[in-house]
């Protein structure tokens, strides 16, 4: 057939190739291998026809293999829970690293926002703690003695010279002195008025026990009395008693001896 005529092989595209017959063979022989069908034979017959003429080859120009078999499947369009589409088979790499990138930060944006929630809570729960710890500091603080205080500031003059911030030991020894001296001034002090308290205690005692015994003195002279006056009511009532007696005895002869004088009268009156 010559090569000028239409045809079936008017498509394929013909080189001038100056290199070995061999290595077009292999050329040729590689691209029959990756047509099917049809350009299988086609290239077999093009390689040999360009083997008989000479330096005029015949290639096949590979085409894409048409997939006529399943149809892929689209990929499903992944979205993340904040709205943000992660997987999208139509978007661009990059748009989709910036979408990865743009998820990332909201992410760690939320975890930071409650972290910051987080602390928030737990200092608003630790302020009434501290305040409790501090009401309980203060109330210990007021309990405490003079000296117990002058103590605690030495000892803690103390560990601040073992720790080196405090390098001068005659700082301690001057509140060591200052503070035995408050102490006891603060003793004597005390002293004085547990002395006058106690003198005051004295005098009320005294003064009650004396008060108690003059109570004590009224009431039995109270109740003497009140004996006394009771004894003799009792003498009077007995003595009222065998008057009456008497005198109801004295009324009883008089009313037999009117009686009788009454009887007498009648018979003078009859005769």
Known sequence: MPIAQQSKFACLKIYDDTSSSEDEGKRIMNIGQEKKGSQKSAGKKAAKKGENNGPLLVHVLPQKPKNRGKKHKKMPQVVDETGIVIQDPDLDPAEMKYREELRKALKESCETSSVKAQRST?????????????????QQETKRSPAEC??????????????????????VVRLYRSKLLAVLEENSRLNEELSKAQANVMKYRSRYTKLCEILKDVEINEKAQLVAQLEKARQVETEMGNQIGTLRGELMQATSKNREFEAKIKELTKR
Do not use: F, H, Q, Y
Not at 150 to 159: G, L, P, Q, R, T
């Open 122 to 138: 737990e200092t608003v729960t630790a302020r009434p703690k501290v305040e409790k710890v501090e009401k309980v500091e203060e």
């Open 150 to 171: 002058a103590v605690m500031e030495i000892d803690k003059e103390a560990k601040k010279l073992l720790a080196g911030t405090s390098k001068n030991p005659e700082s």
